[in-house]
């Protein structure tokens, strides 16, 4: 299967016609011009921990999304981190190939182009590789990229960084429902919870006001924790309309995902995004998923329903919901 990488040293001018989205997709004509999407910034340092909470609960409320600064990540992590993702997809496609997705399996890991059934046949302009890097019973190496040779180290040194992350962001979301700091996290799989990290590559595209590098969606996961790289891309949708993300160096930016808008029981909101691309310049970035463990049934949180508030989701496998959503098939 030939990747977007070396389509786009291909075509030069004009892409293939199955990358050309349809007019009420191109970014070029559906992105609110000379505005960017004031995503609200959180400070991790400030002393006032209910200050963090009450910000974070009104973002997942009212946007879905948040970043975060002084989050703690050595920056020498964030730039190892994209070192080694930039310098796998800077191999030979044999040696990326290695890696490819078992097209078979149902898993989401390895190296590929194609996520999700796509409407009318039509692509998105990216490359992706995909691999858990935690609990340790849930990495499969076999998906880890052996060049370059700091890659697992890399990985598995920013694995230990981001879970202290993704604890907090999981401690304050469930206070801020009103539940025990622990509860949502143990409803998800607690200790079993899995962190499946993504590195979306984006190469320069000829024709970037008719692609989308990702196409709009909402995330399926719990939460995700996203490193960028500097080249602009996320948009979010809101009030009928397409925003760029304003990007901001060394935040992390957080995504709401269906399952927690599910255990919500719709107090705290996915976030519909995509990502444009550049004509000159590559795009990368390291999303990491929160997800529950493939086989834990999740719904509204039991403490969040009663007969004044009942169900708005169905209780449903993780492993299900995933399939459904990948094969556009109604949930």
């Excluded at 020498?76 to 930039?86: T, Y």
């Excluded at 990326?96 to 046949?121: F, M, N, R, W």
């Amino acid at each position: 299967m030939e990747r977007v990488q070396g389509i786009a040293l291909k075509y030069k001018e004009k892409i293939p016609e199955e990358f050309v989205r349809s007019k009420d997709e191109q970014p070029g004509i559906t992105t609110v011009k000379g505005a960017v999407f004031e995503v609200p910034v959180i400070d991790l340092s400030n002393p006032d921990e209910e200050k963090i909470l009450q910000s974070i609960v009104d973002a997942s409320q009212k946007w879905g999304m948040f970043q975060v600064v002084e989050h703690r990540i050595p920056g020498e992590v964030i730039s190892k981190l994209q070192e080694v993702g930039r310098e796998f997809f800077e191999l030979t496609e044999e040696e990326k190939e290695v890696y490819a997705k078992p097209l078979d399996d149902g898993t989401l890991e390895g190296y590929g182009t194609k996520l999700q059934k796509e409407v009318h046949g039509k692509k998105g302009w990216v490359d992706h590789l995909f691999h858990k890097i935690w609990p340790p019973s849930a990495v499969n190496y076999q998906f880890w990229p052996k060049k370059p040779s700091s890659y697992r180290e890399t990985n598995e040194e920013y694995a230990k960084w981001v879970q202290g992350i993704g604890d907090k962001l999981l401690k304050w979301l469930s206070l801020g429902l009103g539940l025990e700091e622990d509860d949502v996290k143990e409803a998800l799989g607690g200790e079993n919870l899995v962190y499946l990290m993504k590195i979306n590559y984006y190469p320069p595209c000829p024709q970037p006001e008719v692609a989308l590098g990702v196409v709009a969606h909402t995330d399926m996961n719990i939460i995700t924790i996203l490193v960028p790289n500097d080249v602009q891309g996320l948009q979010a949708f809101r009030d009928g309309l397409w925003y760029d993300v304003n990007y901001i160096p060394n935040a992390l930016v957080i995504h709401i995902g269906d399952q927690m808008e599910i255990l919500s029981n719709g107090r705290y909101k996915s976030v519909l995004h995509r990502t444009r691309v550049n004509k000159e310049k590559t795009r990368m970035s390291w999303p990491v998923f929160l997800e529950p463990p493939a086989d834990l049934q999740v719904g509204p949180h039991t403490k969040l329903v009663n007969k004044n508030n009942p169900a708005k989701y169905k209780t449903k496998k993780y492993s299900d919901y995933v399939y459904c959503k990948l094969n556009k098939i109604p949930q």
